[in-house]
């Protein structure tokens, strides 16, 4: 069952009673839009730190192959290894790319757009199953955590899994059983993780709720179905998967304030839990929790704030109404001054209690807003910097451009900022990125021993690599140019060069099944717009 909002979500009735409703949506959509125009003016300084430049590199590995492919040959390269990260967000961003823009630019457009894209998804997931009021507020609340900003534009296909998520949850609002189910199917081919906290939920809502139960166990089979052949390539290579690396687990950063906006809204939740909504919200937010098993801190500071904001956001919906009742009857105020001032010191007041290797401090008014506009000291986290500056990148590129060939590899001796260099220079890398699956060449020794030209930062070297004086006695590197930055050395052992694999799905062909499946979600959500009830 799908109930109604007005009759089955009681704090709805304050959007419903509300004559000037519209108004509540307009200045969530203000709230987005100052947001999205704050981080546009960070362009220069964008994208946020490193994850932006694996997602480059697979799409010009597909790019170079002609299409799909589920061999992941511009890592780890000549040998490769299991290609197992979903291909829908390389395939949306490939069929907008009619100008093949410069990596970086690329980067910095998809930065840009998800975050805004991802708020607007919780708006209209809240609006569709709370009302204007909560919507705005829920909006509100996700704009305060700077981290959940942050580590959405970093982590960008988590971001759009979330998107296809609640957008999912606004179909079955409205019975939209095939947008149900596609947005379901989008989920496992967009991100790795976030697939199976949807069906947490799914089931959660199906424990709760047992009218839903038969209809959410049909979904689930037929969303499995749809994305059985993704599936099935993750179990033939699941012995290649992997946790992830536990060091970004080492700080967190605990939105304080939102989560005693979150209390209020829990216990609200909780009363009204015989409701769908509330049901829905419960499970939504329940199920996130399992990202604490290996993502602790992406569950407090990152994607697990989601299920805080809702909570957060209905929170200060009774806050709001509690304002009013007071307030009205003493005080002649006009019906903006509450909310706005309710605004400007939930932005101005926010905190954030920092927990980093050992040390622990806050910071009052570490809002999304204040930190994009002042960019304040505190704003400088590692996985909020750019690692993307011209002056230094771009005279290494020239050197790896002049004293390399297309299909030749390039290593580092920092992995991860070798996936930068491979980006903007489209090389293959005999190291890799994606450090959640395992390749049968993993030691430093070995996998650099492949790359023609070798980029040794002076400032950085992960713990086990080698020692460049070691390299240089034993493999005879040639040294062809230095900046500040870094030496490049070209390296006389490395024969191999880069296999591109053959694709399993063609370009054009990916085209048609993604946006055929976006276009049967918004088809069948506009036919079912104005149903709700049973499902």
């Not at 992941?72 to 000549?78: H, I, M, T, V």
């Not at 003493?330 to 040390?359: D, H, K, Y």
């Not at 008014?365 to 909020?384: A, F, I, K, N, P």
Request: proline share 5%.
């Amino acid at each position: 069952m799908c109930p109604s909002a007005h009759r089955d979500a009681p704090v709805n009735s304050l959007a419903s009673r509300d004559s000037a409703g519209a108004v509540w949506d307009r200045a969530a959509w203000l709230v987005i839009l100052v947001h999205a125009v704050l981080l546009l003016s960070w362009w220069p300084l964008l994208p946020f730190f490193l994850d932006s430049y694996y997602h480059l590199n697979v799409i010009q590995a597909f790019r170079d192959a002609g299409g799909v492919v589920l061999h992941d040959f511009w890592e780890f390269a000549p040998l490769g290894r299991p290609h197992l990260y979903p291909p829908a967000l390389h395939l949306l961003v490939l069929s907008l790319d009619w100008c093949h823009l410069p990596p970086v630019t690329l980067a910095r457009l998809l930065t840009v757009v998800t975050y805004p894209v991802l708020l607007l998804a919780t708006w209209w997931f809240m609006r569709t199953w709370w009302g204007s009021v909560p919507a705005y507020w829920a909006t509100l609340c996700s704009v305060l955590p700077f981290s959940y900003l942050l580590v959405s534009c970093n982590t960008v296909a988590a971001s759009w899994a979330i998107v296809a998520w609640l957008v999912g949850l606004v179909a079955l609002f409205h019975r939209a059983r095939l947008a149900f189910v596609l947005c379901g199917a989008l989920v496992f081919y967009t991100h790795l993780g976030m697939p199976w906290v949807m069906v947490c939920s799914w089931m959660l809502v199906g424990l709760w709720y047992a009218p839903m139960r038969g209809f959410l166990l049909r979904a689930a089979a037929w969303t499995f179905a749809l994305a059985s052949p993704w599936l099935w390539h993750l179990w033939r290579h699941h012995a290649s998967l992997g946790p992830m690396s536990s060091l970004e687990n080492t700080q967190l950063e605990l939105p304080i304030l939102l989560y005693l906006f979150a209390l209020v809204g829990l216990g609200m939740v909780l009363k009204e839990r015989s409701t769908t909504a509330g049901r829905l919200l419960l499970s939504l937010w329940a199920s996130l929790w399992l990202m604490v098993i290996h993502y602790r801190f992406r569950f407090f500071s990152g994607q697990g704030i989601l299920g805080i904001s809702l909570l957060a956001g209905l929170g200060l919906t009774r806050i709001h109404a509690w304002m009013e009742g007071v307030w009205r009857g003493r005080v002649r105020v006009a019906a903006w001054v509450i909310p706005a001032m309710l605004t400007c010191l939930a932005i101005a007041v926010n905190s954030t209690v920092f927990l980093q290797e050992g040390r622990r401090f806050v910071v009052v008014g570490d809002s999304s807003l204040l930190d994009l506009t002042l960019r304040s000291e505190h704003v400088t986290r590692g996985y909020g910097s750019s690692f993307y500056r011209p002056q230094f990148m771009s005279p290494i590129g020239q050197l790896i451009d002049q004293h390399s060939q297309a299909d030749e590899l390039i290593g580092c001796n920092f992995p991860y900022t070798c996936g930068l260099f491979a980006a903007v220079s489209h090389r293959a890398m005999a190291t890799g990125m994606f450090a959640e699956v395992r390749a049968a060449q993993q030691q430093p020794l070995e996998t650099l021993r492949h790359a023609h030209l070798i980029v040794w930062l002076k400032a950085a070297s992960l713990p086990g690599m080698p020692s460049l004086t070691q390299l240089q006695r034993e493999w005879s590197l040639r040294l062809i140019g230095e900046t500040d930055m870094a030496f490049v050395f070209r390296n006389p052992l490395a024969t191999t060069r880069r296999q591109v694999a053959t694709p399993v799905l063609p370009l054009w062909l990916g085209f048609v099944f993604l946006w055929g499946a976006i276009g049967m979600v918004i088809v069948d959500l506009s036919w079912h717009r104005e149903q709700r009830g049973r499902i």
